[in-house]
C-alpha cells in the first residue's frame, strides 16, 4: 500500500454565487430578559406546511445567539418596501437597533413586534441544528399577521424595491 496526497478540496465559492440569488429581507426579534434583540436576515425559508415550520440561519458570533438559544422563541418580519433604513439598522451594531421611535414595540406573548411589515410570523423554536459556521433554527409558528403589500429584497449585497407589474 502506498501513501499518497489527498486531492486538494475544490474551492468554492458559496457567498458570490449566492450574491446573484435575489431575497426578500427580514428582521428576525426575541429578548433577552426584558431586553429586544434582533437582526437582518435573508436566510429565511418556509419548510413545511403541515406542520407550518420556517427557517432561518444564524451565525455563531451573531449578538443575537445567545438570546435565540435561551428564549427559544422568535418573531420574524417580512420587510416593507419602504422599509430599507430598518434592515440597515438591525444589521447595524445591536445597540441601536430598538429607538424608542415608535416603529416596534412588545407583543402580547412579550416578543418584539416591527410595525409596518407585509408579513410576521411568531412562535417556538421547534429545533436547532448545526451547520458549519451557522446554526439553523426550526421555527413553528402560531401568530401570523399578514398585512400585504410589496416586500424588499436583497440582491448583491444592496436592497432593492420590486417594480411594478
Known amino acids: ?56 440561519n444564524v451565525s455563531r458570533t451573531s449578538s443575537s445567539l445567545e438570546a435565540l438559544l435561551a428564549e427559544r422563541r422568535a418573531a420574524v418580519h417580512l420587510l416593507a418596501a419602504d422599509q430599507e433604513q430598518l434592515a440597515r439598522r438591525f444589521a447595524a451594531p445591536a445597540a441601536g437597533r430598538f429607538p424608542e421611535d415608535g416603529s416596534w414595540g412588545f407583543d402580547e406573548s412579550g416578543l418584539p413586534e416591527l410595525r409596518g411589515v407585509v408579513a410576521r410570523l411568531a412562535g417556538p423554536v421547534h429545533a436547532v441544528v448545526e451547520a458549519g459556521d451557522s446554526l439553523l433554527l426550526l421555527v413553528r409558528p402560531e401568530v401570523t399577521a399578514v398585512a400585504g403589500g410589496t416586500p424588499l429584497v436583497h440582491h448583491a449585497r444592496a436592497y432593492h424595491r420590486l417594480a411594478a407589474a
Open 1 to 56: 500500500m502506498t501513501c499518497t496526497d489527498a486531492p486538494a478540496a475544490p474551492v468554492v465559492d458559496l457567498a458570490g454565487a449566492f450574491r446573484a440569488v435575489a431575497s426578500s429581507a427580514w428582521v428576525v426579534t426575541t429578548r433577552a430578559g426584558e431586553r429586544p434583540v434582533g437582526f437582518t436576515a435573508i436566510s429565511v425559508a418556509s419548510v413545511s406546511v403541515a406542520p407550518p415550520l420556517l427557517s432561518f
